[in-house]
């Protein structure tokens, strides 16, 4: 049974910056899709990036374009979010979530495990 876990989040002031984690257990992340998504409250949760098994990139949010960028460690079983250049509205709870499947894809509805969250605060 994978699970995930997510780390990293803060309060931080805007134009800094935060690395995320997502540490996997129970299964190798080149089986399968990782994917950080972020929401706030009243809002769809969106998708922010992907890796695949293989370690293809897809980018899905076009405000953090050049600002975030998902890594993994293989040898760690973790996925990275980079995240520069921070704004406040780029605050929200971030997921990361794994897609039974090598491939990635934006919609929330076809990952399967998710972690609890870590929160972004972006604020002076």
């Known amino acids: 049974q994978v699970q995930l876990v997510e780390s990293g989040g803060d309060l931080v002031q805007p134009g800094g910056s935060l690395r995320l984690s997502c540490a996997a257990s129970?299964?190798?992340?080149?089986?399968?899709?990782i994917a950080w998504f972020r929401q706030v409250p009243g809002k769809e949760r969106e998708g922010v990036s992907c890796?695949?098994?293989?370690?293809?990139?897809?980018p899905y949010l076009d405000p953090v374009r050049g600002r975030f960028s998902i890594s993994r460690d293989l040898a760690k079983n973790t996925v990275y979010l980079q995240m520069t250049n921070l704004e406040p509205g780029d605050t929200a709870l971030y997921y990361c979530?794994?897609?039974?499947?090598?491939?990635?894809?934006?919609?929330?509805?076809?990952?399967?495990?998710w972690g609890r969250g870590t929160q972004v605060t972006v604020s002076s």
């Open positions: 979530a794994r897609r039974p499947d090598r491939y990635c894809n934006i919609y929330p509805r076809y990952y399967d495990v």
């Open positions: 890796i695949s098994g293989p370690g293809s990139i897809t």
């Open positions: 129970g299964g190798s992340l080149a089986d399968y899709a």
